[in-house]
């Protein structure tokens, strides 16, 4: 049998570490083929000897029937292994043709020929139905559109395989149903794509094959059109995991977050939140549900004191904390996981002991006259790394060489071990493989179930929909419709969501 | 080998190291060049600072106001600001110390020397505070603003010496004897040096240092706002006040320098034509230790072996000053392009494996 790319038992070792242990991976001519694992199983490792960077300690690899070295990125280019990065390497100032070509520019009498180019281009861009403008720069145009001109700068090069790394993290609901319609005609016109991704959804939704891998070793590959999310789920974390669903009664308790007429404004001093109201009681998970930039980020940010607020009041407990300082906010009894780790949740080049008490250093037994106690600061530590599971080598570890999910774990664990009467969670679970995911959604749920309150913003409606109590609706600053989950859906959801508000009710 | 590579401290200590190595190396390679031996170059350095007491002495009296300035740069480091005008806060810090112990040279020494050295702490952080308040509250750049100080300090020292505390030799008078920190004993230990009783005070800034930063609550805050103004806001801390507060104390470090060369080495202030270094050389030693307190240490103390021993380099082995000037800039090249090392490094352990 011919395949386009086989990598036959692969080994990679890292001082310490085994990435990539006997890993045998075949993807045929025209076929969508996942490579799923959770952070840090060894999917990137494996992409990354495919596409050269690094040199396998064992193994071979085939294109298209034939053995290979690839020793650098190169030599994968000239075989036509094209990689469309997570992050986008593009130069913002120049043009979409001119960030094509960069590297291999065509010439006319030793001169660029951009001319040539713009119409090479447009050319792909219709025949692959990526509907990129060639001379537009790419400071202006969205990132659903950026990643098309990654899609296109390997396609330039000439590239028939393509290596997608979790490309939809970056991206809304809109522009991921988009690229699943480019990928689609991508394998129509001949070319073979591997995708990256711990996202169930987009591999039942577009893939033929699935390549699971846990741990550094494949466990198996399967045909999609044989298996269910289930199934991959429980091959990639390696047990039955459980989707966890807010299934008990709901009876609020008192009212604990209690917002008025809240206006806020961003940083072009225009209104983004607009005479907002809400409340979230005690037992009870509000889901903010809504498209990206219609004041979810600001409405948090004012809750937490982190920005100012123009009008309206804010109470948390039955305290005024309008326009109050973060601290006093956060000793009123609020608990905040942000919705970016790296930049808000974390001091990245602190160890994980001291990002643990970042909310509580001053505190005793902590510190005591403004001397730090390191015996209790470790201590707690140690028992928060054990009771949350965040896989550590040690407490002192940096938290920036902790993966995603163990930095978020960390997050969470220094949040609700305050015990917060109000906890607000932005996003946290994004970019998560369905392990950490699981963890997380059952501890949101034990809080609940404890009488505190939750206010849950995401753009995952999964989530929104599995965890909420309420779903609370935002669209331009306000919010437009309470629903209950039980007696609604995403149809419903993401109509509410575009603006049209009392939409007609279905089942 | 490799293991120890893998660790990030190791790759700390090792990088410093190698630079040191190379800067020697290329010194002893332009020594060739030029016509000079290097062995006899380097081994007169040794043999005056190891074996001579004088030139010990000089070195550690070379060494106090260097560990000063390295801290004070490395203290902004830790807290994510870059204070290069450590040099105008030790100029501030200098003319404040021996104004003070001229204005009230009646006070017992008991009371005069803390005094002297604590105004001139309070001089440099007030020289600290002014770029840090504007960095915080109007995000002016510190280095900017602590260059243009650096100009102010140099040139109103030198007019305040002129109109007010002018002496015979273009310098103040010297200094009480109640406000100084010179020994007679240090001197004769070491056969005339002007080594002092700061050196007292420079390790003990440095463990104070080391305790601020990583033994209290104020210093958790205040690395915590170095590496992450926007977790630290999130987390209820205030940033702004953290980086006036950070300035102060890299400004007073820096003063506390000033005050050790006013009442320790000189005994006065003369009127400074140009820069007198101190306060740039601390940003390499800094950069040499690491922002760490025992780091800083060890960076002063080479700095001032190479610069001490420079002078018997050139009356014995014949070799210029200067050369030393150029082993220093290379050794802070080699550390500033510390990337090229590991890269070497990790070349190389790879090729072994």
Redesign the interface.
């Known amino acids: 049998m011919s395949f386009v790319i086989e990598m036959r038992n692969i080994r990679k070792e890292f001082?310490?570490v085994v990435a990539n242990d006997n890993i045998t991976l075949q993807v045929e001519k025209g076929e969508i083929h996942a490579l799923l694992g959770e952070n840090g199983a060894g999917k990137s490792t494996l992409m990354n000897v495919l596409f050269g960077l690094y040199q396998p300690d064992k193994g071979e690899i085939y294109v298209k029937g034939k053995k290979v070295h690839i020793s650098d990125p190169n030599v994968a280019n000239e075989l036509g292994i094209g990689m469309v990065h997570q992050h986008f390497m593009l130069i913002d100032k120049f043009t979409v043709a001119e960030n094509i070509i960069l590297g291999s520019e065509p010439t006319k009498y030793g001169q660029l020929n951009l001319k040539e180019a713009v119409k090479v281009v447009q050319q792909l861009s219709d025949r692959y139905n990526l509907d990129v403008n060639p001379m537009e720069k790419v400071e202006n145009i969205s990132v659903g559109m950026q990643q098309r001109v990654e899609i296109l700068k390997t396609l330039y090069r000439g590239s028939d395989i393509l290596i997608f790394d979790e490309p939809t993290a970056v991206l809304t609901p809109q522009e991921i149903k988009e690229l699943m319609n480019i990928m689609k005609t991508l394998v129509q016109e001949g070319k073979s794509i591997i995708l990256i991704t711990h996202k169930l959804k987009e591999i039942m939704e577009v893939c033929h094959r699935c390549t699971v891998i846990r741990r550094g070793r494949s466990i198996d590959t399967v045909h999609i059109s044989e298996s269910t999310p289930d199934l991959l789920a429980t091959m990639m974390v390696g047990r039955k995991v459980d989707i966890k669903v807010n299934d008990q009664a709901y009876d609020p308790k008192e009212v604990v977050l209690d917002i008025k007429g809240l206006t806020v404004s961003d940083s072009r001093k225009v209104s983004i939140v607009n005479g907002l109201d809400l409340t979230v009681h005690g037992q009870e998970i509000v889901g903010i549900a809504g498209v990206d930039g219609n004041g979810q980020t600001e409405l948090v940010e004012a809750i937490?004191?982190?920005r100012k607020i123009k009008e309206g009041t804010i109470s948390l407990n039955g305290q005024d904390v309008t326009n109050k300082?973060?601290?006093?906010?956060?000793e009123a009894g609020l608990g905040?996981i942000?919705e970016d780790r790296h930049?808000?949740?974390?001091?990245?080049?602190?160890s994980v002991r001291?990002n643990i008490v970042?909310?509580t250093?001053?505190k005793n037994p902590y510190?005591k006259a403004?001397?730090?106690n390191?015996k209790k600061i470790t201590k707690k530590a140690k028992e928060l790394i054990k009771e949350y599971d965040v896989r550590t080598p040690s407490e002192l570890t940096?938290a920036r060489s902790l993966s995603g999910g163990n930095q978020q774990k960390a997050i969470i664990a220094r949040e609700i071990d305050r015990s917060p009467k109000m906890l607000i969670a932005a996003q946290p679970t994004r970019g998560l493989d369905v392990g950490a995911i699981e963890f997380i959604h059952g501890k949101l749920l034990e809080e609940r179930n404890k009488g505190k309150a939750v206010l849950l913003v995401s753009y995952e409606l999964d989530e929104i929909l599995n965890l909420s109590d309420r779903i609370a609706v935002i669209y331009e600053g306000k919010i437009i419709d309470i629903v209950n989950p039980k007696e609604t859906n995403e149809n419903e959801l993401g109509l509410l969501m575009a603006g049209q508000r009392k939409a007609v009710k279905e089942g | 080998m490799?293991?120890i590579l893998?660790n990030?401290h190791w790759f700390n200590i090792i990088v410093p190291i190698i630079a040191v190595i190379l800067g020697l190396l290329v010194g002893a390679i332009i020594m060739l060049l030029t016509g000079y031996n290097p062995i006899l170059a380097y081994q007169s350095i040794l043999e005056s600072v190891f074996l001579q007491p004088y030139y010990t002495g000089e070195t550690i009296r070379a060494i106090i106001p260097l560990i000063l300035t390295g801290l004070a740069v490395a203290f902004a480091f830790r807290t994510g600001l870059f204070n290069i005008g450590v040099e105008g806060q030790l100029l501030v810090g200098w003319f404040a110390a021996v104004a003070v112990s001229l204005m009230f040279s009646g006070l017992p020494k008991l009371i005069l020397l803390p005094l002297a050295i604590i105004v001139s702490a309070l001089a440099g952080g007030l020289w600290g505070f002014i770029p840090g308040l504007l960095k915080a509250r109007l995000k002016v750049h510190e280095v900017i603003i602590t260059i243009m100080m650096n100009y102010i300090a140099l040139y109103t020292t030198n007019y305040l010496i002129k109109h007010f505390l002018y002496a015979e030799g273009e310098k103040t008078p010297n200094i009480p004897e109640a406000a100084s920190l010179a020994s007679t004993f240090l001197s004769n230990l070491t056969q005339g040096s002007r080594l002092h009783w700061g050196i007292i005070v420079a390790l003990l800034a440095a463990l104070i240092v080391w305790f601020l930063l990583w033994?209290?609550?104020?210093g958790?805050?205040l690395?915590?706002v170095g590496?992450?103004p926007?977790?630290?806001?999130?987390?209820?801390?205030n940033v702004k006040n953290n980086i006036v507060l950070s300035m102060v104390i890299s400004g007073a470090l820096a003063g506390v320098a000033g005050s050790m060369e006013g009442l320790g080495t000189y005994q006065y202030m003369m009127i400074n034509s140009t820069f007198i270094g101190i306060g740039f050389n601390g940003i390499a030693v800094a950069l040499l230790g690491m922002n760490t307190s025992i780091g800083v240490i060890i960076g002063a103390a080479l700095f001032a072996i190479l610069q001490t021993g420079s002078i018997t380099m050139q009356s014995t082995a014949g070799v210029p000053t200067e050369i030393v000037s150029i082993i220093i800039a290379v050794i802070i090249f080699f550390i500033g392009s510390s990337y090229i090392i590991r890269w070497c490094l990790l070349r190389v352990t790879k090729g072994g494996k």
């Open positions: 001082p310490g937490s004191g982190l300082r973060t601290r006093k906010i956060t905040y942000p930049k808000h949740g974390l001091v990245l080049d602190f001291e970042l909310q250093y001053y510190s403004g001397i730090l390191n940096l | 490799t293991k893998k990030v033994r209290t609550t104020k958790y805050e690395r915590a590496y992450n926007h977790a630290s806001r999130y987390a209820g801390m």
